[in-house]
Each structure stands twice: as structure tokens, then as C-alpha cells.
């Protein structure tokens, strides 16, 4: 029995964790962000010089390289991702928004080179 109430705790404790850093609520996503890595990017339609992104609260944005737009969040296994609409709603960036172990809001541009906006506001 207790082997199985230990079981109970850690597997609260994993999903506890899961949720703390993949599932992030409107209003912890609002605010500025900087994009860092920019230097080792060649990656189309992602920034190669620094950038500060703008999240508002009605759901629109703006940004020096993707200029003013509106974007959604949407929740599923895999955490909270992000959809922007930019250009005259002619193109789209769907990223992942998660939470690091220090607690820092981070959104993912291109993950195999660490290039993403963190939040700093």
C-alpha cells in the first residue's frame, strides 16, 4: 500500500512539473519579449537581427521584424502553442510557449539552434 501512495505522490509531482512549464494560462503569456541566438540565423521568416516582441492582452502584437498582428494561444498534450497572423494576414508562425526551471516565459523559434523570444516584462 505504501509502495503504491509513493507511486500516487510522484506521479502528482511529474504531472504538477508538466503543467508548471508546458500549460500557461493568457495572462503569464502577455507582455515584451527579446529574442536571443539571432546572430546564427538563417532561418527564413524567423529574425536575424534583435527583436522585441509585444504580446497584448486583446490579442494582438507587434514586433520590429513581424510588425503589428493578432495572435491565439491553443492548449494540447504537448503544452501551449502560439499562432501569429502577421503581414495582412498573408503568413503564420506557430511556435511553442513554455516555462524553463527557473521560471522564465520562453517562446521557441527554432529549437535545434536555442533561438527564441524570452520574456523580460
Known sequence: MRVIIKVGKVALLVLLVYLFRNVLPGWTVYGKYVNTN??????????????????????????????????????????????WVYDNKRAIHISQVRRSWLGNIRIDLVSEINQYYSKYD
Open 38 to 83: 539571432y546572430e546564427n540565423s538563417s532561418v527564413a521568416e524567423i529574425p536575424s537581427r534583435q527583436d522585441t516582441l509585444v504580446l497584448f492582452s486583446d490579442m494582438t502584437f507587434s514586433s520590429s521584424y513581424y510588425g503589428k498582428g493578432i495572435y491565439d494561444l491553443k492548449y494540447d498534450l504537448g503544452g501551449t502553442k502560439i499562432t
